[in-house]
């Protein structure tokens, strides 16, 4: 979808990210940032007539399964992102493993008046928020599109609960696109994905790797990796605040 944005093939690009949000409901908020550039590429007007082409493709996909009713689909996608699990983390790596020791801690509960869930929202949401900020104060660029979609896709995946270890392939996937672009960023890629498979051992625990199990149960690298991940993310936002149009 962002291929043919930067083509400027944007009805082709809505479209494909519309049958995005139906394969995986985890990059729903690359979906909305999606629609937040293509607002500031092309006009409210045409993103209003591509939002409703994607709202059609979505009722067309779910028809057959119910054609009864137009609001159900929504309602059953809606439902089906209520049901997933309410841990804190499930088995990823990131902020809120490490402040709860990587326990089963209900997002719900609440701590310093709001639930861990909410804290999650208020932390991801300053962090993107700044990043859009700085965004739209400079042209566009598709080194610059990329970056705040990488930045994006960590600091989601670090920040938000009820995140699984699988959540932070969006975020390897622009390391590499933006590491391809340019490559200074190299060292985002490297860390990320070694950082990634981690993660994916940690939930999947096979093949049998010893060295690999005594990071992954050694509760002080853990933490160590969960810093090391911060300290990469805010300085990349410092980074991207600091960029320049050439």
């Known amino acids: 979808a962002f291929y043919l944005l930067f083509k400027e093939k944007y009805l082709l690009s809505s479209v494909v990210a519309g049958i ?24 409210i007007k045409k993103t209003l007539l591509y939002g409703l082409l994607n709202i059609l493709i979505f009722f067309l996909s779910y028809f057959p399964f119910n054609p009864t009713s137009f609001t159900w689909p929504f309602s059953f996608y809606i439902f089906t992102l209520d049901i997933t699990g309410f841990l804190v983390q499930d088995d990823a790596i990131n902020i809120w493993g490490s402040l709860f020791n990587f326990e089963g801690v209900d997002s719900r509960d609440v701590g310093f008046l ?15 928020l700044t990043s859009i900020y700085f ?61 990634f ?10 093949p049998d790797i010893p060295p690999i199990n005594f990071i992954i149960k050694n509760i002080y690298i853990l933490n160590i990796l969960v810093l090391s991940y911060g300290v990469m993310l805010l300085a990349n936002v410092y980074n991207f605040v600091k960029l320049k149009d050439e």
């Open 20 to 43: 995005a949000i139906l394969s995986k409901q985890n990059i729903l908020v690359i979906y909305l940032l999606f629609y937040f550039v293509l607002l500031y590429r092309v006009g």
């Open 114 to 128: 709001i639930s861990w869930a909410n804290w999650g929202y208020l932390l991801f949401g300053i962090t993107n």
């Open 135 to 195: 965004y739209l104060k400079r042209k566009f660029s598709i080194e610059n599109t990329i970056y705040l979609m990488f930045l994006t896709a960590t600091s989601y995946f670090y920040f938000l609960t009820r995140m699984h270890e699988r959540y932070l392939l969006p975020a390897v996937v622009f390391a590499c696109l933006l590491f391809l672009v340019n490559r200074k960023y190299w060292f985002n890629y490297l860390f990320l994905t070694i950082f």
């Open 197 to 206: 498979f981690i993660n994916l051992y940690k939930g999947l625990l096979q």
